[in-house]
């Protein structure tokens, strides 16, 4: 006699199904579906992607702020060089009362007070008011430091401390160049040019001893620096 066993699950109808189901056992229905759930979960890990490395996404954060300009959208200020303004040297003259006349090298940036000390300082009898020793240097430069009393008279091509040519023309020299003058401050400047637009314009450098507050030494102080 022929043992009933069930046909394939594609070939039964539902009863069919029920008896193959109670055939099998639900025991080994369970266990079936537990190894294809086993097999399912050990080839979903095996096939997964990796994680990112936590220390090689830090390195390449790290990696990210120190990345060079690339050169097409690199600034100008940030291909060219910054110049160094003390590695450029500038030589100049100083004369008059300082322990040392001569010429003297020193470093870009340095003002007309570096060059008196570089020329051993100013002497007791010299008038160092009469410069600006907070103007910067330029090469080629001659100071001059003017005794107490002395008429001066810049040399043909000298250049003032301050920046301003000698002689000053006293029909066209500004407040600011004549305030350099010796013995000359901003108000005295002031009654200059008030002066000169009173009467037109000045035929003399004597004419400058009608201004209040210039008597005739102050006129002889700075007869050489101006002219008409």
């Given amino acids: 006699m022929d043992t009933w066993r069930p046909g394939p699950p594609s070939e039964r109808s539902i009863p069919d199904v ?13 266990s079936s579906i537990g190894v294809v759930a086993a097999v399912a979960i050990v080839g979903w890990w095996l096939v997964k992607p990796n994680p990112p490395d936590a220390t090689a996404q830090l ?20 291909l060219a060089p910054t110049a160094d303004v003390s590695s450029i040297e500038v030589v100049v003259h100083v004369a008059g009362s300082v322990s040392t006349p001569g010429v003297y090298t020193l ?3 340095s003002r007309v007070v570096d060059a008196v000390a570089a020329a051993g300082g100013a002497l007791p009898r010299a008038r160092v008011d009469a410069l600006n020793l907070a103007a910067a240097l330029r090469d080629g430069e001659q100071i001059y430091v003017p005794a107490i009393g002395e008429v001066v008279s810049a040399p043909v091509g ?10 000053l023309d006293l029909n066209a020299a500004t407040i600011e160049q004549l305030d350099q003058l010796p013995g000359v401050g901003p108000s005295t400047a002031n009654a200059i040019i ?9 035929v003399s450098v004597d004419d400058l001893l009608e ?13 050489g620096l101006v002219t008409v």
């Fill in 158 to 167: 000298a250049t003032a401390s301050t920046g301003s040519s000698f002689p």
């Fill in 18 to 30: 029920i008896g193959w189901l109670r055939w099998i056992g639900p025991r080994k229905v369970a």
């Fill in 59 to 78: 390195s390449r954060v790290d990696g990210t702020s120190v990345v060079a300009p690339d050169a097409a959208t690199a600034t100008p200020s940030s």
């Fill in 194 to 202: 008030a002066r000169r637009t009173e009467i037109g314009r000045f």
């Fill in 107 to 109: 470093s870009g940036g």
């Fill in 211 to 223: 201004v209040p507050g210039l008597g005739p030494a102050k006129v002889a102080a700075i007869r």
